[in-house]
């Protein structure tokens, strides 16, 4: 059995076995670097591979806590993805819902465009990083994290290859750019991500893009995590879970 080594550092965390094929950068969902983040960064080395989950909520823990980010996401469920990135409709509709002044910064933190830009820049960096270290490198994202997985294919040179669970697609425009081959898994019940589904796919398959897409039925986004049971469907997790390490097999090697 391969050795297993275990760094953990301020900037995030990592899993190292013995002679890894490749390492997988781990981004984790909205909730931030939550003990899920750690545990699949665990199964990815038994798997045999190097995996890292570098911390995006770097300079803003204290506020974006769990219990807080929960609140705020309450407070404009019902809101477009769009909406929430007006400032305007979030304030109404957290005032609405009675939310404190500490929850709405939360919101306000979370759906600023420059906040989501520095999201992306850590996530590119934390890419590089591990390239420097090895010649294949994949990026594997859940909820925020899988559009920032999706994101870096079409920012990053150094990437083999890409895997989102129900994360946003990046923009049309932007599909071009991408070349390498992508795992894109959705719950079928997640209609705020999958508005833009068609329209990515569509884009993919007409630049000939090497695309796997998996969406799985009676299920809900957030599937994959088992510490949120109100979400957690065990068997389409299983099947995910197969799937994902069919596809790094496929693209970074076996151990």
């Not at 989501?116 to 994202?141: F, N, W």
Request: glycine share 8%; net charge neutral; hydrophobic share 40%.
């Amino acid at each position: 059995m391969a050795k297993q080594g275990r760094t953990r550092a301020r900037t995030g965390f990592a899993f190292e076995p013995e002679a890894p094929p490749g390492c997988i950068v781990v981004f984790h969902e909205v909730w931030g670097l939550v003990e899920h983040t750690e545990d699949v960064c665990k199964r990815l080395s038994k798997l045999g591979f190097a995996a890292t989950a570098p911390v995006l909520y770097e300079g803003h823990e204290e506020l974006l806590t769990p219990e807080n980010i929960q609140k705020a996401m309450e407070g404009v469920w019902e809101l477009s993805l769009e909406e929430r990135r007006d400032r305007v409709k979030v304030k109404q509709a957290l005032d609405k819902k009675g939310a404190s002044d500490k929850i709405k910064e939360v919101a306000a933190v979370l759906y600023n465009p420059s906040f989501r830009d520095g999201l992306l820049d850590v996530a590119l960096a934390a890419v590089e990083r591990a390239h420097q270290k090895y010649d294949r490198v994949a990026t594997l994202g859940f909820c925020l994290g899988g559009g920032l997985s999706l994101k870096c294919a079409t920012k990053s040179r150094h990437l083999t290859t890409a895997i989102s669970f129900y994360g946003q697609p990046p923009a049309n425009d932007d599909v071009a750019r991408i070349s390498i081959p992508i795992l894109d898994i959705h719950a079928n019940q997640d209609e705020l991500i999958n508005k833009s589904v068609p329209a990515f796919v569509g884009a993919m398959l007409e630049g000939g893009k090497d695309l796997t897409l998996k969406t799985y039925p009676r299920t809900k986004h957030g599937f994959f995590n088992d510490t949120r049971k109100e979400v957690y469907d065990r068997d389409a997790a299983a099947e995910a879970w197969e799937v994902t390490r069919w596809f790094l097999e496929r693209t970074l090697g076996r151990h």
